[in-house]
């Protein structure tokens, strides 16, 4: 009881010291609650969504579903002659046909294409009673005839669409017309899909190319008839296993499954970035308690010398640290909830809708986040405990603070010193390794024992990057320079853990550009060495192929010297050693070899695009025994078995077509069926010689009236690569901008418990002569020299991974290292700032020190 009673003294006495290291708990079990809760959401969303939609059975072709968007770009579909079949089945209340698609764009009067620019797809089918399970009609009526269309509420508003506008549906059959008959509301979430629906023999011919089909069908149980029950009299009814039938139950866990990988694939990402701010958090948390430890020095030799024990003083103290986890986290995860909410109105903005009355909060959330923040306190304490307890009671007749405050143990920098090399030896043989597996063991041994080294022997390397930057920086400032530098080594130890939390972050800022900007420079270089095209023509971003009107169209455009259709077509191909392995065989026009050039090690690749010869990757002829002259068994998965002869083998050392097996379209389409062959995946186009300018605004020209296809020439290929990755660094970039926040916190921690700490010493300065002005001038810089030691370490040592991560790169042919020394430079220049402005309140507090009372202070 006395323990607690001492606690919570001290834990009240010095809850102002506190304040900031309880919001580095909270913003990070915030981070850590808001992203279950968030995904937790996202869950139960897609979930009603998936159990509302679902019927009691649904009978589809087998093998649909595995495309989103099919080669062909027509769903695999089953005659209507299903529909009665089970709708005779034992225990069927009744059965109707659908149509589904998702590989369909819908654009307005204007060309606009109407779908999600979120990733969302676009859905197209019959309006049917199934529907109405999670759909009403709230404006109109649904389509009667090839003259209508019906589209979701959503939608609508987004575009600003109404009842009489016009849409074009443009899918691979062809482009049709209609106009808007009614407007379709979600009774439950939609999460940003644009739905459209089109009357049955319309959907029929425009999405599936023929009449008397269907995507499936969906039956509907008799009262007391289970799922199960039902499925085992359709399949009897049906005969045989041309069909994969799916209870309702089995169909939501089958789309759970799916949508379930993306959200486990963005919860753990985001889960890491939340364990990174915890990691920097600790040090914040390390330094406070540190620094009270020191100024209760004599308050702790008195406790001891009335005969508290060493067990009662260290238990103290940990119980501060329970008291200050646990308010951390309960704010921490009351703020979680807000920022889930947060980040679902985030996503409402950019199309993706969540619905507040879907926010789940498990049970487990707010116990994940309340454990989470008392462990990480209690274990971020323990140091500062042990050495409390270690305090004698003849440390009552010393001022505060202990002389190994000052110092960095030798065994300490040692351990550090042997950290680091080990982590620099690992990153060498990242370097060195002849496989990227073996790299990437050596790459994160080699980030972890340096990120541990340099956490380590900090107190060693603040005593000489301090000196070094005071050499370069503060001694314009002169006396005041002197002081804060002075101040900055005086204790290198939580210098060192200050600057530590501000190099975590800004390590892997450094890492993440050093690499971003080596990949977009190895492209970039490929690209010049490889790419001997003009143009790309491809989708926006979603992977479907071109549609056969939009390629008629790029073809007619004047002033091509040639246009190149390019495909893949799954295939089973047998080697003479009688190894079968399923591959994607390239067909494209014998123009692509001058579209894109290969390095051909063995034959003639002009060959391969000729009757029954193909060619094949240097990676598999070594692997299979492949020569020139051979003969492999190709099994189109769309069509028949050829026998093609290998007319060249082709260097893998590329990132584009890695791998590849080419053969000729005329070759393809001689196995491949005409309805069965797929849609070009991407068209390449060469302009006739000084007509580059003309050729590519009439091939944009010509394009315009489908804009899910971008054309490009090679500065906008080069310029999309760029923003992609620039916008993936982006996200990364404020993930990690928590960490970094966490770590200001720090240094506007660790000099406010310094400005306490330093009371009396600040009085006697003042009363000497130093100026308020000249005080606040002192902090300031001694703050600005801690954020720039923190991003010197942080900076050398992201370079460092960066580096050896583009060596692991390079086993992959992204051979070109380039170090971003604009942005190198602009984080270290912004550091100064930061540390410049996390001085500012506790410069402000000391100026305004009484400094009679300051002088008068208890040491």
């Excluded at 914040?284 to 060493?310: D, H, K």
């Excluded at 020139?628 to 068994?633: A, E, I, S, Y």
């Amino acid at each position: 009881m006395t323990v607690w009673k001492t606690s919570m003294r001290n834990f009240l006495a010095h809850k102002g010291r506190m304040a900031l290291s309880a919001v580095a708990v909270m913003l990070s079990v915030a981070f850590v609650c808001g992203t279950l809760v968030f995904t937790d959401t996202m869950n139960t969303t897609f979930d009603k969504l998936f159990a509302v939609t679902s019927p009691d059975l649904t009978v589809s072709p087998k093998g649909s579903g595995d495309d989103e968007q099919p080669a062909d770009g027509k769903p695999a579909s089953l005659p209507a002659s299903v529909v009665a079949e089970a709708a005779q089945a034992d225990g069927a209340k009744g059965a109707e046909g659908a149509v589904f698609s998702m590989a369909v764009t819908v654009v307005d009067a204007d060309n606009k294409n109407m779908g999600s620019e979120t990733g969302a797809p676009t859905i197209s089918g019959n309006w049917t009673e199934n529907e109405l399970r999670s759909m009403e009609i709230t404006s109109g009526h649904a389509p009667r005839g090839p003259g209508d269309v019906m589209v979701d509420a959503d939608t609508a508003e987004k575009h600003g669409l109404k009842l009489g506008d016009e849409l074009r549906t443009i899918t691979a059959v062809g482009d049709s017309r209609a106009r808007i008959s009614g407007i379709v509301s979600f009774t439950v979430t939609n999460p940003g899909a644009a739905v459209v629906y089109l009357d049955t023999a319309t959907a029929q011919k425009q999405l599936l190319g023929a009449p008397d089909v269907f995507s499936h069908v969906s039956v509907t149980a008799e009262p007391g008839v289970s799922d199960t029950e039902l499925k085992k009299s359709v399949a009897a009814a049906l005969g045989g296993s041309a069909y994969r039938l799916q209870t309702q139950q089995e169909a939501t866990d089958a789309n759970k499954d799916s949508m379930g990988a993306f959200l486990d694939v963005m919860k753990y990402a985001m889960l890491g970035f939340a364990g990174i701010a915890l990691l920097v958090g600790v040090f914040l948390i390390v330094n406070t308690f540190s620094m009270l430890v020191a100024q209760r020095t004599r308050e702790i030799g008195l406790m001891r010398a009335i005969g508290s024990s060493r067990k009662q003083v260290n238990r103290s103290v940990l119980v501060e640290a329970v008291l200050l986890g646990i308010v951390g986290s309960l704010l921490g995860v009351a703020a979680g909830v807000g920022l889930a909410v947060g980040l679902m109105k985030l996503m409402g903005a950019v199309g993706m809708e969540l619905s507040t009355g879907d926010l789940t909060v498990a049970w487990t959330t707010p116990a994940v986040g309340l454990a989470l923040g008392v462990v990480v306190t209690v274990l971020a304490a323990y140091v500062p405990a042990r050495r409390a307890g270690k305090v004698s009671p003849m440390a009552a007749l010393r001022d505060a603070g202990t002389p190994a405050d000052g110092r960095s143990g030798w065994v300490r920098a040692g351990i550090g010193l042997v950290l680091t090399a080990g982590g620099a030896a690992a990153l060498w043989a990242t370097g060195q390794a002849g496989e990227a597996s073996e790299g990437s063991l050596f790459l994160a041994l080699g980030v972890v024992l340096t990120l541990l080294g340099f956490i380590v022997i900090g107190p060693l390397l603040a005593g000489v990057v301090v000196r070094a930057l005071g050499a370069v920086v503060l001694r314009f400032f002169g006396p005041v320079g002197r002081l804060a530098e002075r101040n900055a080594l005086r204790n290198p130890r939580r210098t060192g853990a200050t600057g530590a939390a501000l190099m975590i972050g800004l390590a892997l800022v450094a890492c993440l550009s050093v690499v971003g900007s080596s990949m977009v420079a190895s492209a970039t270089e490929e690209l010049d060495r490889s790419v001997g095209a003009d143009f790309i023509v491809q989708d926006s971003g979603t992977g479907r192929p071109i549609v056969p009107q939009a390629a008629e169209a790029a073809r007619a455009v004047p002033g091509l010297e040639h246009i190149t259709d390019y495909t893949v077509l799954g295939a089973r191909v047998t080697a003479p050693d009688g190894s079968t392995v399923d591959e994607g065989v390239v067909a494209a026009d014998p123009t692509y070899r001058q579209d894109v050039r290969r390095t051909v090690v063995a034959g003639d690749l002009a060959r391969a695009y000729g009757t029954g010869a193909m060619s094949v990757g240097d990676v598999y002829a070594e692997r299979h025994g492949v020569e020139v002259g051979d003969t492999l068994r190709v099994a189109f998965k769309a069509g028949r078995t050829a026998e093609l002869k290998v007319a060249a083998i082709t260097s893998d050392e590329t990132n584009i077509d890695k791998g590849a097996m080419y053969t000729a379209l005329t070759t393809a389409t001689t196995y491949v069926p005409a309805d069965r062959m797929p849609q070009n995946l991407a068209m390449f186009g060469k302009a006739q010689e000084g007509k580059e300018k003309e050729a590519y605004t009439a091939l944009k020209s010509a394009l315009a009236a489908y804009p899910v296809y971008k054309v490009q020439n090679q500065a906008d290929f080069k310029q999309d690569l760029k923003d992609q990755i620039g916008q993936l660094l982006n996200i990364v970039y404020g993930l990690l901008a928590l960490a970094i926040i966490v770590a200001v916190l720090g240094v506007v921690n660790t000099l406010a418990l310094s400005v306490v700490e330093r009371t009396r010493e600040i009085g006697l300065m003042r009363a000497i002569g130093l100026s308020r002005r000249q005080l606040r001038r002192m902090i300031r810089l001694e703050s600005v020299v801690i954020a720039l030691f923190g991003a010197l370490l942080g900076l050398g040592l992201g370079m460092g991974w960066g580096t050896s991560a583009q060596k692991l790169l390079a086993l992959e042919g992204l051979n070109v290292l380039e170090i971003p020394w604009p942005t190198i430079a602009t984080v270290f220049f912004c550091s100064a700032l930061v540390g410049l402005l996390a001085a500012l309140v506790p410069a402000f507090r000391a100026g305004r020190m009484n400094v009679l009372n300051a002088i008068a202070t208890d040491g």
